[in-house]
């Protein structure tokens, strides 16, 4: 196995090499050669998950072993999967790729770590969640870490790692769900308690805070995306993930980001990608699925279970008044109070528009609304809806640019 190691390096060093196109297509053909062997999977996975070979060998490995996990995952073609070239993965070989997936994400470098998720997405789409028990049993013990300032860098590969297996709720059947849900439950009501954490210690280290929050809301949203599982429609655990979305929307934003203005910057500035502003989007986004889906009793009228009618009833009354009040609160001292005039996230501005255009139908929320309707109209709305300086430069520096967007 050291030898084919070895050589395997050597053949993914000369692939980009700059030796010239006679060096690359040698190193290509060999790299077939190298395939039919047995072993060679398992060489290529540790290759790429050895921190004491050089990055850029490491992330060619990676992206080879994706490619060979995504095309060659099982011994036999299907056909809806036809066999990759001569590769063959043994039992060994995948067992061995599984038990350490997860470790290795965590502590491999950014670029080695999104193929590496790729990877364990491509397994997931040919293993259900069920058929591996030792996935989430990795992924319950992982996350009793402390959720502390110094763990943030551990904290934040877990998270995306766990995030592959959110992503696939959103497409499981209704046989499905439920049991693969069940198997990782804890792990959601330990993502919640560390989410309360994090926001205690965000106001010393906003951007490492919101980093982590930004990974924590979107795992849930993409989770309650198209079904809202019982363990998470109950009111304990409910309640405490509204106090957490709701919590982000009301924490302070950094003195950064409250001196940047409107004048200052657009769509494609750097300061929309800030974390804080990603945080609180995808907040907005989880608070909008139970305002417009499972807190909505006009949405629960057919084709749903007496528990989601009964949730529905039981959300408008007892949380949708306080969401709505939140996010107007967030209008009132970011955008009203600061004559629009402080840059605000143009998705974070399109979502809240939306929660509160879906708030209008309420009659629990609808004087909430009205409350503040008229500076909402001329101080958000209708500024919103003005030419900005960018724009008129844009339109007399490049209209045809201007149209698309």
Known sequence: MNDLIAETVQTFKDSFSS?????RENAALKLHELQGRDGFPLAVWRIANSSEIELPTRQCAAIHLKNMVKRAWFEVATPHKEQWGNVRWSNIERNEVK???VAAIVRSPSMIQKQLRETLQSILSSTKLPEWPELSATMVQAFQTSAKPENAEE???LLK???CIAVFFSYMGLSQYEPSFNMVAPVYDRLCQMA???LQWSPQQPEVACELLHSIFKIYFRTIRTRLPNALAQEESTKAWLELL????QAPLPQELQEARMSEHDEKSDIQRHECWKARKWALYALSRFLIKYGNPETQRAHVTARDKEFSQFFIKTFTPTIMQVQLDFIKTWIIDKKYEMFVNTKVQNQLLSNISEGCRFKRTWPLIHNMLEPILTEFIFKALSFSIHQVTLWEEDPIEF???
Do not use: V
Not at 19 to 23: A, H, K, N, R, S
Not at 246 to 249: E, I, N, P, S
């Open 19 to 23: 030796g010239g196109d006679t060096t």
């Open 155 to 157: 904290i934040s590969g």
């Open 196 to 198: 309360g954490e994090i």
């Open 246 to 249: 709701c919590g982000t929307m």
């Open 403 to 405: 149209l698309n967007q």
């Open 161 to 163: 790692a766990f995030l």
């Open 99 to 101: 038990a350490q997936i």
